[in-house]
């Protein structure tokens, strides 16, 4: 019985010359039984809101691989740039930043 082998496939990745980056220091994460929403926000201080300036919409399983590539690549930023310390408040800061968020409606 053969067993299957894994194949590297090579992705050519174009970035179009004129694509805007976008800053984003809010996110906003739903899901749904087939889905993973994010929608990237840029909240500004003394603002009480906050605006929407991209979504992503995925699959769980896509969701995972990022939640992996960005582990990976956090380490590496560690070992390179030393670590990034969160303030002591541990869990509470995702409660801080996201806890008084209401998700934008389905239609918006």
């Not at 992705?11 to 694509?19: A, S």
């Not at 929403?37 to 603002?47: E, K, S």
């Not at 991209?54 to 990022?66: F, G, Q, S, Y």
């Not at 002591?88 to 209401?102: C, I, P, R």
């Amino acid at each position: 019985m053969k067993t299957p082998r894994s194949h590297q496939m090579q992705i050519n990745v174009q970035v179009p010359p004129d694509l805007d980056a976008t800053y984003s220091n809010l996110a906003l994460i739903t899901h749904s039984a087939s889905e993973i929403i994010v929608d990237f926000a840029r909240v500004l201080p003394n603002t009480p809101n906050a605006k929407v300036y991209a979504r992503i919409i995925t699959t769980p399983l896509h969701a995972k691989l990022l939640l992996r590539a960005l582990k990976e690549n956090l380490e590496k930023y560690e070992a390179q740039f030393g670590e990034i310390k969160l303030p002591e408040t541990g869990d509470a800061l995702a409660q801080q930043f996201f806890g008084a968020v209401k998700p934008p409606s389905p239609e918006s």
